[in-house]
């Protein structure tokens, strides 16, 4: 597949100047807005790890689908909230006001319900090795929460969690060890793919 023509979106005026030396071409505006001037006047329309950021995902996606002409494609990336990183305690950067939304395996399967677009398939992105040590410590903790009794927590300020990331140190690097054989590993990644056709 070749890209004949592209338009980028960026609704951050610091990222659209510092692009200016890259003649890449960006757009300062929403798809909302982009979508108004634009209506069906695209055969593909791309959104990678930015729908978990956006307040309101309904507009996004209709603004999304509006840009597109009938039978274009809209691709959509998201972090897997079927992975081990919907296990991470206390993660920061999974959490409000970074993320807002989390997106699970079957919220695509549902979303033709809700929108004029036919899923064309989901794919899980396999499990990179580089996210080896970071899965050890997440199931080392996983591991300790369950030891000190305490429940699954996404946020988890308690005295118990405390105790449960001393223990947690103890357990890691023999989870690591058991990590160092593929077969163990997770067959999910931290990213889903999602692909969807809009309707004639």
């Keep these: 597949m070749t890209c004949a023509a592209y338009v980028g979106l960026e609704t951050s005026a610091t990222a659209i100047a510092a ?6 071409r960006l757009s300062h505006e929403t798809v909302e807005a982009h979508a108004e001037t634009h209506a069906a006047g695209y ?7 930015v729908l978990e950021h956006v307040a309101d995902p309904a507009s996004f996606i209709t603004a999304c689908l509006k840009a597109l002409r009938p039978g274009g494609l809209l691709f959509f990336s998201t ?12 993660y920061t950067l999974d959490l409000a006001p970074h993320h807002v939304t989390h997106w699970h395996e079957s919220t695509w399967e549902n979303m033709p ?3 004029p677009m036919t899923l064309e398939w989901i794919k899980n992105e396999p499990f990179q090795e580089y996210h080896r040590a970071h899965y050890a410590n997440t199931m080392a903790l996983a591991l300790a929460r369950r030891a000190v009794g305490l429940p699954e927590k ?4 308690s005295p118990g969690h405390e105790e449960a990331l001393r223990l947690a140190k103890q357990l890691n690097d023999a989870a690591l060890a058991i990590l160092a054989d593929p077969r163990v590993l997770p067959a999910r990644g931290h990213t889903t793919l999602a692909c969807f056709r809009k309707n004639s």
């Design 154 to 157: 996404r946020v988890d300020a």
């Design 19 to 24: 692009n200016e030396q890259t003649q890449k």
């Design 79 to 90: 972090p897997n909230a079927d992975s081990f990183v919907s296990m991470v305690v206390n």
């Design 113 to 115: 319900q809700f929108f």
């Design 43 to 49: 055969d593909i329309v791309c959104s990678f790890q």
